[in-house]
């Protein structure tokens, strides 16, 4: 199993809120940290642990989520169920890293036995109209409004930002299963895509498009439209 790195809050919130998880908090500039994630990735591969979700959290990039755990020094590990934190580890031991993993991975899979297998993956489908759905104007792009990592994604968001749209969004490269199957959902082969009211708007030309003509606000729900 690889390690989740989320890119935004709410990717980060939900990487943590279901399921059985262990959490690495880190920093980029913690030379400890450097060496420890290469030991929770490695402990990531290992098939005894699958009952386990490896998330990686830098610090830097989400301080409020470290503050709601309160921790005041990395590496820290912590070790979730259901969002509630079951067990913590703090430091740069791979061997108590390793124990603990081992411990907390055989109590996820008795607790996975008892309760049953897991339910059935969501079809692509069903995901990408639960997604394209889940607020009113949703924004499919490459990375974040904060960080987009492409210059469409970048003008995109610039422009909504102009005509005070305000907008959800989802980052494509942090799932490529959403990346590739929103691509046949929409019938539409390029990123970012906006969405308004569960239903494609279009890609950057089209926006940019509607917003010179002064048709863009017309094509967005009201509950998007700054007051």
């Known amino acids: 199993m690889s390690v989740v790195i989320p890119s935004s809050a709410s990717e980060a919130d939900a990487a943590l809120a279901s399921g059985s998880c262990v959490a690495n908090f880190c920093a980029t500039w913690c030379e400890p940290c450097t ?7 490695e402990l990531a591969s290992e098939g005894s642990n699958a009952a386990l979700r490896f998330v990686q959290i830098d610090c830097d990039a989400f301080p409020e989520l470290c503050e709601r755990h309160g921790l ?6 912590l070790f979730l169920h259901g969002g509630a934190v079951t067990d913590t580890l703090t430091g740069a031991s791979a061997p ?6 081992r411990q907390n991975a055989l109590t996820a899979s008795i607790h996975t036995d008892a309760v049953g297998a897991p339910p059935a993956a969501v079809p692509i489908e069903e995901r990408c109209r639960q997604l394209t759905s889940r607020a009113p104007v949703v924004l499919f792009m490459k990375g974040s409004p904060a960080a987009p990592r492409c210059g469409f994604s970048r003008k995109i ?12 969004s ?7 299963e959403v990346r590739q ?11 970012p895509q906006l969405y308004a009211d569960g239903k494609l708007l279009g890609g950057l030309d089209i926006v940019r498009e509607l917003a010179e003509e002064d048709e863009l606000l017309d ?3 009201a509950a998007a439209k700054a007051a």
């Open 181 to 191: 199957g929103l691509k046949q959902f929409s019938n539409w082969p390029t990123y």
């Open 157 to 168: 968001c610039e422009l909504l930002t102009e005509q005070k749209v305000s907008f959800d």
């Open 35 to 41: 060496h420890m994630n290469a030991v929770f990735a």
């Open 72 to 77: 005041e020094s990395v590496p820290a590990f």
């Open 219 to 221: 094509s967005i729900p």
């Open 170 to 176: 989802f980052d494509i490269l942090a799932d490529e």
């Open 96 to 101: 108590d890293l390793a124990l603990k993993v």
